[in-house]
């Protein structure tokens, strides 16, 4: 069984960064893909970005590229999302995920683990 649990949301103002942190505990494979997803109110949840555990390569969604980083810490078993220059539209729940397939997934459905949740709130 694979837990995950995100930390780091919070309230800032547009332009400011934040950093999100995805701890995951359970047996975790090199292959298994781990992703950033987010979800505005009254909307669907999106895809940001993703990493393989064992690896370094990202896949970033046009929204975020070159604002958001994604990034493994094995020290801390993290895999964390460096947000830049935050917009207002930016505000959402940010949550991690787990694909245990071999695939670099980016759709919701694909991914079998999930956390609970961070609220991010950019303020104009």
């Known amino acids: 069984q694979v837990e995950l649990v995100e930390s780091g949301g919070g309230l800032v103002q547009a332009g400011d960064s934040l950093r999100l942190s995805c701890a995951a505990s359970?047996?975790?494979?090199?292959?298994?893909?781990v992703a950033w997803f987010r979800q505005a109110p009254g909307k669907e949840r999106d895809f940001i970005g993703n990493?393989?555990?064992?690896?370094?390569?990202?896949t970033y969604a046009d929204s975020v590229k070159g604002r958001f980083t994604i990034s493994r810490d094995s020290a801390k078993n993290t895999v964390d999302l460096q947000m830049n220059s935050l917009k207002p539209e930016d505000t959402a729940v940010y949550y991690c995920?787990?694909?245990?397939?071999?695939?670099?997934?980016?759709?919701?459905?694909?991914?079998?683990?999930w956390g609970q949740g961070t609220q991010v709130t950019v303020s104009s």
């Open positions: 995920a787990i694909n245990v397939g071999l695939t670099r997934s980016t759709i919701v459905s694909e991914y079998e683990y």
């Open positions: 990493i393989k555990w064992g690896g370094t390569t990202t």
């Open positions: 359970g047996r975790i494979f090199g292959w298994y893909t």
